[in-house]
């Protein structure tokens, strides 16, 4: 009989300590980012026995990631949710452990905006099997400034717009004080707790919903959408004082305004595309995007080196696999493979990286992954075997 298994996920915005919490608790070799610079580009799990236990810690990026979109970081997070619970043995999370760095003075915009996101993807009642963990302490005990800490660890507990409402629904504070000892009271604080579906689980699996109607994909999508109103306001301004220079023959603030205009139009294509990325299409896809998944397709391509994918083969694997995916998924996967198909005749040899490289922008890295296709990102097994 295996050891008892222990699910945590650890989330918390870009630069709270996640991967170095995980590497302390673990003692595996964690990639650690910088100050605002993600290591994390997926959600990855990593997995270590202690106590008897089988424990599978799962890192995940922050909502104010540096490199990527709230979008694309709903997509990579919830992608593996639901593939994780969707399909035997239909896991759930024994608990999460959410990291808010001391040393910050505040609450700042990216800080609110990924606690929201965090609730929207958790929902009410598997708050009581999370815990609120600070760190940073061993930063304010060398400095002195541990009283400092303590007040602001207080302001998070008792302001209604922190950490308050989660407290009152079970959620529990605690300190990673920078030891082992201190990462792993946290994880064994969460083992007696019952296994919950998050609320995008259930919205995906149970409900049937696509991620755009999540309660997560609905709180990106309106800041999507505030965004894009806000730059068709700003175009059409620009483009009225365009109107109005030429008819003046200002060319100095014509250029100026065509400059403006040129950059205005490419903030709203990146919007557009990121109301595609939610609804799993790929048509509004921006330069940005195109020219950030042929730099990601490179480096697969370097990684794999001489391996090379049958694209029939690749076809084969993905298509046996579907029904471990969500509708807008095999829809989307489905309609790329057909396209690939009507250009592989034209092309006798494309491969089935290229395939893979098509398919990357339209159902992401974690879904390949999890599908068994070698991207390299996202695998639900870790490192070793399965959970």
Request: glycine share 8%.
């Amino acid at each position: 009989m295996g050891k008892p298994s222990v699910r945590i996920a650890v989330m918390g915005v870009t630069g709270a300590g996640k991967s170095t919490f995980i590497q302390t608790a673990s003692d595996l070799d964690v990639g650690i980012g910088h100050e605002l610079q993600s290591f994390t580009a997926e959600v990855e799990p990593f997995e270590f026995d202690y106590a008897g236990l089988h424990i599978t810690l799962i890192d995940t990026p922050g909502f104010n990631d540096t490199t990527r979109s709230e979008t694309e970081v709903l997509r990579s997070i919830a992608d593996w949710l639901d593939f994780s619970y969707r399909n035997p043995p239909h896991l759930k999370l024994t608990g999460i452990i959410y990291l808010q760095s001391i040393m910050d003075p505040r609450m700042y915009g990216s800080s609110l905006r990924n606690l929201k996101m965090f609730k929207e993807l958790v929902g009410p009642e598997p708050l009581q099997n999370v815990v609120l963990a600070t760190t940073r302490w061993g930063q304010l005990s060398k400095s002195g400034e541990v009283d400092m800490g303590e007040s602001r660890e207080k302001q998070l507990c008792d302001d209604e717009t922190y950490w308050k409402p989660m407290i009152s629904r079970g959620s529990r504070v605690a300190r990673f004080e920078d030891t082992r000892d201190s990462a792993l009271n946290l994880i064994l604080s969460l083992i007696e707790a019952q296994p919950k579906v998050l609320q995008i689980q259930s919205e995906l699996v149970d409900q049937k919903k696509d991620l755009i109607d999540t309660s997560a994909g609905t709180a990106v999508n309106e800041e999507v959408k505030r965004l894009e109103s806000k730059y068709k306001e700003e175009l059409q301004q620009i483009q009225f004082d365009l109107d109005k220079a030429l008819e003046q023959n200002e060319a100095d603030v014509q250029e100026a305004l065509e400059h403006a205009k040129a950059d205005f139009e490419r903030k709203l294509d990146r919007v557009h595309a990121e109301q595609d990325l939610l609804r799993y299409e790929s048509r509004n896809q921006s330069r940005k995007m195109r020219d950030e998944y042929e730099q990601l397709q490179l480096a697969y391509q370097q990684k794999l080196g001489a391996q090379k994918l049958d694209f029939d083969e690749t076809v084969r694997i993905l298509q046996a696999n579907e029904s471990k995916l969500r509708k807008e998924q095999r829809d989307a996967m489905n309609k790329q493979i057909e396209e690939m198909k009507k250009q592989k005749k034209g092309s006798p040899g494309r491969t089935g990286m290229k395939l893979v490289a098509g398919l990357l922008p339209v159902v992401g890295s974690v879904v390949l992954g999890l599908l068994g296709i070698p991207v390299g990102l996202g695998g639900l097994m870790g490192g070793g075997g399965g959970f």
